[in-house]
């Protein structure tokens, strides 16, 4: 894919695309493509800024639709909406990581899908667009791209750990558990996941999601409230 087929992908197109270039380049290619000596620009300034665009964003989207949660509960259920895990699920939407420039050693080590190595390309990516565009842009694609889902932050492992959880269940009663995926549904950029968790075989509580560990998740979290349920009764 190259710049032109990426920015129809990501709809966005860039006035001055070096900024892009540089969200897409990563320290380990600037240091092996020097210019007269000069080490070309990394993403990491761009990385800096989309960080703070991304809080800013999600931290509104997350006061406007919880007015009843505290400052404590806000900043967990952000922290669960744009950890690393999750950027790096976005940025896989978008093909991102196969954009990125890495140098060889990143590249023949596995860097290119490296959460980390991904997440913060994501970052640099709201950064870029910030810089060209200014803040409606950034939003926009913000809210396209990556908090599409806010919901999703309540059954994200960084908030509620709902499989942990109901495996201790399990194990405490000797049972076993399983997950499988029911349907898929969705173009490739908003895919939508449904997923079962048996116990000892036998279907018990569904989820969704837009990943299959999202949905595990929300299965888990499901199953977990109607078994406290019924042991309340």
Same mark, same amino acid.
């Given at each position: 894919?190259?710049?032109? =087929? &990426? ?46 665009? !991304? ?6 989207? @997350? ?6 949660? =505290? ?15 999750? @950027? ?9 990581? =196969?954009?990125?420039? !890495? ?41 396209? &791209? ?43 950029? =908003? ?14 509580? /569904? ?5 299959? /560990? ?7 979290? /499901? ?11």
């Amino acid at each position: 894919m190259n710049l032109k =087929d &990426f920015e129809e992908k990501i709809a966005y197109r860039f006035q001055d695309r070096s900024l892009l270039t540089m969200a897409l380049t990563h320290r380990s290619y600037a240091f092996e493509h020097t210019e007269q000596g000069t080490v070309r620009a990394t993403n990491e300034r761009l990385e800096f800024l989309g960080d703070a665009v !991304l809080e800013l964003i999600s931290s509104d989207l @997350l006061f406007r639709l919880y007015p009843d949660r =505290d400052e404590g509960q806000l900043s967990k259920l952000r922290a669960a909406l744009v950890c690393e895990a999750a @950027l790096s699920e976005r940025a896989a939407d978008i093909g991102l990581g =196969d954009m990125i420039l !890495l140098g060889k050693g990143e590249e023949h080590s596995g860097g290119r899908k490296r959460p980390s190595i991904v997440s913060d390309a994501m970052e640099a990516l709201i950064g870029a667009i910030y810089s060209d565009g200014g803040f409606e842009p950034a939003k926009e694609f913000v809210m396209r &791209f990556v908090l599409a889902h806010p919901e999703e932050a309540e059954t994200n492992g960084a908030v509620f750990d709902g499989k942990s959880r109901l495996q201790e269940w399990a194990q405490a009663r000797g049972m076993k558990l399983a997950y499988e995926v029911v349907s898929e549904t969705g173009p490739d950029h =908003d895919k939508r996941f449904s997923v079962e968790v048996l116990i000892d075989g036998k279907p018990f509580a /569904k989820g969704t999601g837009r990943s299959k /560990k999202i949905a595990e998740q929300a299965a888990a979290a /499901k199953a977990l409230r109607t078994l406290e349920q019924e042991e309340t009764r």
